[in-house]
């Protein structure tokens, strides 16, 4: 069965800071992999996901992740932080073929200091 | 419609009574899916349909939960005689075929008194 850790609840940075999210994931076939944000009282929104091919993903408002397939990891990264950028933040994993099913980690809220 | 649609964005209801959430999919979404996320938690899957039918409804807690998805296209969630732990969010998303890109409605609050 998959599951999805994400490291730290609560992520705190300054703005025009790094921004890393930390996800691992446990899968028994290679995953397909999702990030997700969720701003308050919204539902959620596709930041990016890793299918096949390149390991290095780029997705929306300058994210990115890179899908390590040895360390079982598939970290979000932002260069600089914006204001903009505070909020919920799920990693996801699904089998690629059959279950068209997500499992989701418990989120890392992110908080972006002026 | 632009989105995906889910009525009522906020229910209330008494401890062992019968509700009903509808999700609106984007128009032209053959897959349906329906998650709950309960406070400080990611989404938890429950039931997926591919048209008219249930594809996979493993995700159900137990037999008071029930969806439908009559013409493929509107779902509703029905849950019978609601317990105070049914208390979430109920997130609906839609995509196209198998394509992997779902699009999130805005959930039901869905509080349970």
């Known amino acids: 069965a998959q599951s999805v850790t994400q490291l730290g609840s609560h992520v705190s940075v300054s703005e025009g800071a790094l921004v890393l999210l930390r996800c691992n994931y446990s899968?028994?076939?290679?995953?397909?992999l999702f990030w997700y944000v969720q701003y308050p009282n919204q539902g959620l929104q596709l930041l990016l996901k890793?299918?096949?091919?390149?390991?290095l993903v780029k997705g929306i408002n300058g994210f990115e992740a890179e899908f390590k397939k040895s360390e079982t990891s598939f970290h979000l990264t932002k260069p600089s932080a914006h204001m903009s950028d505070a909020a919920e933040y799920f990693c996801?994993?699904?089998?690629?073929?059959?279950?068209?099913?997500?499992?989701f980690g418990q989120g890392t809220r992110l908080t972006i200091n002026p | 419609g632009a989105g995906v649609s889910q009525t009522p964005s906020n229910k209330v209801t008494e401890k062992g009574k019968y509700v009903e959430l509808r999700c609106d999919p984007i128009?032209?979404?053959?897959?349906l899916y329906w998650y709950r996320q309960s406070l400080g938690q990611g989404p938890e899957f429950l039931i997926y349909?591919?048209?008219?039918?249930?594809?996979?409804d493993s995700g159900l807690p137990n037999d008071r939960f029930f969806a439908v998805r009559p013409e493929g296209s509107v779902s509703t969630l029905k849950i019978q005689r609601t317990e105070r732990g049914d208390s979430a969010v109920y997130l609906c998303?839609?995509?196209?075929?198998?394509?992997?890109?779902?699009?999130f409605g805005s959930g039901t609050r869905l509080t349970v008194v």
């Open positions: 998303a839609s995509s196209p075929d198998s394509n992997y890109g779902y699009t």
């Open positions: 899968s028994s076939v290679p995953p397909y």
């Open positions: 890793y299918t096949t091919g390149a390991t």
């Open positions: 996801a994993v699904s089998l690629i073929q059959g279950a068209q099913k997500l499992v």
């Open positions: 128009s032209g979404h053959t897959a």
């Open positions: 349909f591919q048209g008219t039918g249930a594809a996979d």
